[in-house]
């Protein structure tokens, strides 16, 4: 795992007036959830955990950031698009449209987390540091555990 945070590269923001970065959450557990819209395991696991882990974050240090990673069906999965999912899904929480210059294969945050696919879920510490980094589905309870321990070192 990476001793600093990592830097997403995002090209669009929905639910959020700013652009925020990493280092804007010093001090808080920061879950970073990659997703696509078409993808199964995104819609019927990430996005209800990313929607009760935003509900929490009003009562306890969490940031939740969505972002949405598209390395497949591009032309079906573009900002208009994803305007559409986050109201129908009623997503509150912000969420960054992954960088892609239409050059390589994979978005730019893709790439540079070195992302094997979506869902993926990384957790960081108050201190900006990666303490998980988990493709594919995670359990809400291990999921909790990393959190728990990581709010109960602030």
Same mark, same amino acid.
């Given at each position: ?5 990592? &830097? ?5 923001? $929905? /639910?959020?007036?700013?652009? !925020? ?6 001090? +808080?557990?920061?879950?970073?959830? =990659? $997703?696509?819209?078409?993808? !199964? ?6 996005? !209800?955990?990313? #929607? #009760?882990?935003? &509900?929490?974050?009003? +009562? *306890?240090?969490?940031? %939740? *950031? ?12 573009? @900002?208009? =698009?994803?305007? %559409?999912?986050?109201?129908?899904? +009623?997503?509150?929480? !912000? *969420?960054?449209?992954? =960088? ?18 979506? @869902?993926?879920? $990384?957790? $960081?510490? @108050? /201190? ?8 594919? =589905? ?6 909790? %555990?990393? *959190?728990?321990?990581?709010? /109960?070192?602030?």
């Amino acid at each position: 795992m990476q001793s600093t945070a990592l &830097e997403w590269s995002v090209c669009q923001w $929905f /639910n959020t007036q700013a652009s !925020p970065v990493l280092s804007d959450f010093k001090g +808080r557990v920061v879950v970073v959830s =990659a $997703f696509q819209m078409l993808c !199964p395991g995104c819609v019927a696991h990430s996005i !209800p955990q990313l #929607k #009760k882990l935003h &509900e929490l974050s009003q +009562r *306890i240090p969490l940031t %939740v *950031i969505g972002l949405h990673t598209v390395f497949e069906h591009h032309q079906a999965m573009q @900002p208009h =698009a994803l305007e %559409v999912f986050i109201h129908e899904y +009623r997503l509150a929480f !912000p *969420i960054g449209v992954d =960088a892609y210059d239409g050059k390589e294969p994979l978005p730019k945050t893709m790439r540079d987390w070195q992302m094997r696919g979506t @869902p993926s879920t $990384f957790v $960081f510490a @108050p /201190n900006g540091e990666l303490r998980l980094h988990e493709f594919g =589905a995670l359990d809400d309870m291990a999921l909790g %555990v990393v *959190i728990g321990q990581l709010l /109960n070192k602030t």
